[in-house]
Structure formats: C-alpha cells, structure tokens
C-alpha cells in the first residue's frame, strides 16, 4: 500500500502563494502517477492537476492552468503543488492521490474515482 501526508496548507491573502507538499511511503511510488484535487464546502471534489510517474506529463484543470504547477521529486517520494496568484475560489480542502500506472508514463486523469490512493487532506483559505 501506499500511505500521503500532506503539508503546507494555511491562510493566504487574495494574490498571494502558497505550496503543498505530499510525502508519500510504501513500495515503489516511482511507478504511480500523482494528481491533486480538492473539495470546497458543499461541493463535490474537483481534479486540479496530475502528473505522470516520470514528472514529464502534467495536466490541469483550466481554472488553474497559468497559476499552479505540479511537480514530483521521486528520490525524496514527494509531489508538490505551488499554487500562485490564489483567489477566493480557491478555498477548498486539498488532496493528493496516486494511480498505478503498470509502467506507462500517463497522467492520472481527471475522475477521482480512478485514484487508489489519498491523503488525509489540506486545508487551504484565501481571503480578499
């Protein structure tokens, strides 16, 4: 199994940055590909972003795109999200997740549903 932990979430003024963390253990996490989604109150989850096994594929939500980047340093087992330029709408509690990818370097995809894997969350507060 695969165990994340998410860090680096906290209270951030319209504008301004912030970065996730996602440390992850257990076997092998150089064969997953790694997404990040979050859930805002009342809402469903949302996929963010994704990124493949070897960190040379992402995607993104267009909400995002030109604002956060993913990325993943798989000696130190970690994926990161760095969000910039952060608006109210942001306001959601974060996930990461991964998805075995059976050695093909393909993002994880847009549907949560198809991610094994998550942590237990981080919560992220953009004020105006």
């Known amino acids: 199994q695969v165990q994340l932990v998410e860090s680096g979430g906290g209270l951030v003024q319209a504008g301004g940055s912030l970065r996730l963390s996602c440390a992850a253990s257990?076997?092998?996490?150089?064969?997953?590909?790694m997404g990040w989604f979050r859930q805002a109150p009342g809402k469903e989850r949302e996929f963010v972003a994704t990124?493949?096994?070897?960190?040379?594929?992402?995607a993104y939500v267009d909400s995002v795109k030109g604002r956060f980047i993913i990325s993943r340093d798989n000696a130190k087992n970690t994926v990161y999200l760095q969000m910039n330029s952060l608006k109210p709408e942001d306001t959601a509690v974060y996930y990461c997740a991964a998805k075995s990818v059976l050695g093909l370097d393909n993002t994880g995809g847009v549907s949560y549903s198809a991610y094994r894997y998550w942590g237990q969350g981080a919560q992220v507060t953009v004020s105006s």
């Open positions: 257990g076997r092998t996490f150089s064969n997953y590909a």
């Open positions: 990124i493949s096994w070897s960190g040379v594929n992402t």
